[in-house]
């Protein structure tokens, strides 16, 4: 079955969130973002759910057009209450289970904070109910008892959202290192991390751990779940990917200022600069003190969010996912793994659109 589903293209209204003088030139790019599933062993009833781009955000992303193609299955688009999860779900009550393409146009433009202008009048202004939503404790991400201690140890003696978040920010760049044995992108398991002293993980556990300490200071916070979808154009080999972007999911984390509304952090990106790029680098090489310095406040826009959703209940499902980041599938009783796109058959493209 083909459906279409076209999402206006509205000029997005100012906000306090605006492009830093560095990225403004750029403007917005296109991209198709296509992601195709095959079960290759189905029993029985089967499902997929296939996370979809965010379709507005801020003004650094904007969905243009999504499309499937299902054939046999029903498939329709869904809207999980809580954190903007969006995704298409698809099933077959029995056999005859095909391939599935999910395509996306999205336009994307690099993201960076004003941190000397005066904000926007026309801003985009929060709700208090949607900002309590980002300061609640989850499964994963509790506020209390250790984490708690630690936020307070890290942000005494630091005045003001913004001076805490980057106390606590700083805290985590020093602290953490990213751990190539974990698979995936980590569960963000911020308390175990925490009790063990072991700090070490990949972008859902450096990023959440963030996000934990932000929320037990009294700060909304909240994770960023997306895709890499092209090349960093600022010099960094392993911050970017395009073509075949299959492995390339990855996390962000922002937090909210009053004034200033939403500011884009990734401490765990300059983790991963320190890792892996130009096969390691000290701290205080060149690239990881440029990388320090600009991911408080800015995002390139090398990478897409589906959503920013914490504990996801999947349609039919008794047991919520951490997160949806990757394509999820049940054939039978059978969950498919979605960390090995070589069993579960999937692959994700990116492609740019002059």
């Known amino acids: 079955m083909k459906r279409r589903d076209f999402l206006a293209c509205a000029a997005l209204a100012p906000t306090a969130l605006t492009i830093r003088p560095a990225f403004a030139a750029e403007g917005w790019r296109n991209f198709d973002v296509v992601t195709r599933v095959d079960v290759a062993d189905p029993a029985g009833p089967t499902r997929l759910w296939l996370p979809v781009p965010l379709r507005e955000a801020g003004d650094y992303q904007r969905v243009l057009a999504t499309h499937w193609d299902a054939p046999g299955a029903q498939a329709r688009l869904i809207d999980v209450p809580g954190d903007d999860v969006r995704l298409l779900a698809v099933e077959w009550p029995r056999g005859n289970v095909g391939p599935v393409t999910l395509t996306t146009r999205v336009q994307t433009r690099d993201r960076g904070i004003a941190r000397t202008a005066r904000p926007a009048a026309h801003r985009r202004i929060e709700s ?46 020093e ?9 995936g992108c980590g569960v963000g398991d911020v308390a175990s991390m925490l009790e ?15 996000v934990a300490l932000a929320r ?31 492995k ?19 401490p765990a990106d300059v983790r991963k600069v320190v890792l892996e790029e130009d096969g390691g680098s000290a701290m205080d090489s060149p690239k990881v003190r440029a990388a320090r310095a600009s991911m408080f406040g800015t995002w390139e826009m090398t990478w897409i969010v589906y959503n920013h959703g914490h504990d996801v209940m999947l349609p039919g499902e008794e047991r919520p996912l951490p997160f949806l980041m ?3 599938g049940r054939t039978g009783q059978r969950r498919l793994d979605s960390l090995d796109p070589a069993s579960f058959k999937y692959q994700i493209t990116s492609t740019e659109i002059a």
């Open 248 to 266: 390339s999911q990855h996390c962000r984390a922002e937090f909210h200022v009053e004034d200033r509304g939403w500011i884009p952090v990734d």
């Open 196 to 210: 063990s002293g072991h700090l070490g993980g990949k972008c859902a556990d450096i990023n959440a751990l963030f």
């Open 175 to 183: 602290n953490t290192n990213r751990d190539a044995s974990v698979a």
């Open 216 to 246: 037990a200071s009294g700060i909304p916070a909240r994770d960023a779940y997306g895709v890499r979808i092209a090349a960093s154009r600022l010099g960094y080999h392993c911050l970017g990917r395009a073509g075949d972007v299959s």
């Open 326 to 328: 990757y394509p999820q």
């Open 128 to 173: 208090h109910q949607a900002l309590q939503h980002y300061l609640r404790p989850t499964r994963l991400l509790p506020t209390g008892g250790i984490v708690a201690d630690t936020a307070r140890r890290i942000t005494t003696g630091h005045d003001g959202d913004v001076d805490k978040a980057r106390a606590i920010y700083e805290w985590v760049v």
